[in-house]
Every structure is written in C-alpha cells, then in structure tokens.
T-cell receptor
Framework: DQQVKQNSPSLSVQEGRISILNCDYTNSMFDYFLWYKKYPAEGPTFLISISSIKDKNEDGRFTVFLNKSAKHLSLHIVPSQPGDSAVYFCAASTRGAQKLVFGQGTRLTINP | GAVVSQHPSRVICKSGTSVKIECRSLDFQATTMFWYRQFPKQSLMLMATSNEGSKATYEQGVEKDKFLINHASLTLSTLTVTSAHPEDSSFYIC????????????FGPGTRLLVL
C-alpha cells in the first residue's frame, strides 16, 4: 500500500522555466510534509517542509503548496537551474519529522 | 544544513560475516536517528527508529536480530547487519532528527553494502 505517490517518474524542464513536482497521499492523518533532493549514491538533502496548518511555504526558489482536500502537494522551483537536476522525493509523517513515508521519487532533468 | 556522516561509504563482504555501519550527527545532538534501506530505483524504506538510551523500534517485516541497532550517545547510532547474505546487499542510509523551528531529518551519505 503506497501511502505517498509520485506518479511522474521523470520530468524535463528547460533552464529558467518553472519545475513543478507533484505528490499525492492517501493517509488523511499525515500532518507534516517534506521535500528532499537526492543525487545518486548520496543521502537525500532536505529542501523544504510544510505543516498541514498551512497551504503554502516558500524558501528562495522553492515553494511547496499543500491542498489537504485533494491530498496533494507540489514543489515549485523557479527559475530552474542545471544544478537542480536530481531525484526529488516527497515524504509525509503523522509525527512531525519522525517515521517519514517516502514517495517513489521523480527524476528532474533541467535542460540548458 | 546540519551534517550527518556515515562510515563506511562502501563495503564488500563475504556471506556469513557481520558488517557494522556508523551514523554520526556532527553538529547537533540527535535523540532519535533512523535507518533506511533503498533498493535500486525504489524509494527509501524505513527499517527502524533508533532512540538514544533505549531499544530501537523496528518496522514490520524487519528482523531485529538480523539488523542490530545501538544508539550509544546523542551523536552516534550503529547498524550491524549480522550474518549478511547476498539479499542484504543494498544502500543503507541513516538520518538524524533535528527539532527546532523547522523539524526535519538530516540524512547521511549512505553506505553501499555488497555481500558476495
């Protein structure tokens, strides 16, 4: 049972444009959501998080939107840069940053 | 961001031997650390939650006698894969929970285990 789903295994975006990564979840008890970026053979790097009491959180080029009624969150990266090319994982939890449940990941490629 | 280290980064061992992986939080104290496993092209799967000074909590389907976890201090957790077999070959990643204004887990760089 995949409680956190990233239905797009890959995404290609032109440099300078907006990248939108999507994530859906099924467990309505999730109240904390995180996005991580991961390069091959490395551990994930924390990007941004959002609590269920909010619907938007912004940090520099990264913005996360949460739609609780749709059980959907998205990560917007603007403008996209070549260094953003990586695999992006969304994760969810019912206990703050503990017991994270990860999605399958989306490979983002930024084309020059 | 916070720094979490893992050692070794890569290990090759013979079937039947035990392998110890260390996870250290370098610039903060972590009461709680986590151990994950990632198979190729798959997501990270939580194996266990490591609590400083108490027993680890294992996820369903993870053998606690196979994957021994010790959280001896606020900056160190170890995972020992006992009597490793080829099916234990995987990428093992630890993380440390950091509380504060932004709660998150900071991940180590991972350990690639290959059991021959």
């Amino acid at each position: 049972d995949q409680q956190v789903k990233q239905n797009s295994p890959s995404l290609s975006v032109q440099e300078g444009r907006i990248s939108i990564l999507n994530c859906d979840y099924t467990n309505s008890m999730f109240d904390y959501f995180l996005w991580y970026k991961k390069y091959p053979a490395e551990g994930p790097t924390f990007l941004i998080s959002i609590s269920s009491i909010k619907d938007k959180n912004e940090d520099g080029r990264f913005t996360v939107f949460l739609n609780k009624s749709a059980k959907h969150l998205s990560l917007h990266i603007v403008p996209s840069q070549p260094g953003d090319s990586a695999v992006y994982f969304c994760a969810a939890s019912t206990r703050g940053a503990q017991k994270l449940v990860f999605g399958q990941g989306t490979r983002l490629t930024i084309n020059p | 961001g916070a720094v979490v280290s893992q050692h070794p980064s890569r290990v090759i061992c013979k079937s039947g031997t035990s392998v110890k992986i260390e996870c250290r939080s370098l610039d903060f104290q972590a009461t709680t650390m986590f151990w994950y496993r990632q198979f190729p092209k798959q997501s990270l799967m939580l194996m266990a939650t490591s609590n400083e000074g108490s027993k680890a909590t294992y996820e369903q389907g993870v053998e606690k006698d196979k994957f021994l976890i010790n959280h001896a201090s606020l900056t160190l957790s170890t995972l020992t894969v006992t009597s490793a077999h080829p099916e234990d070959s995987s990428f093992y990643i630890c993380s440390a929970e950091r509380t504060g204004p932004v709660e998150t887990q900071y991940f180590g760089p991972g350990t690639r285990l290959l059991v021959l």
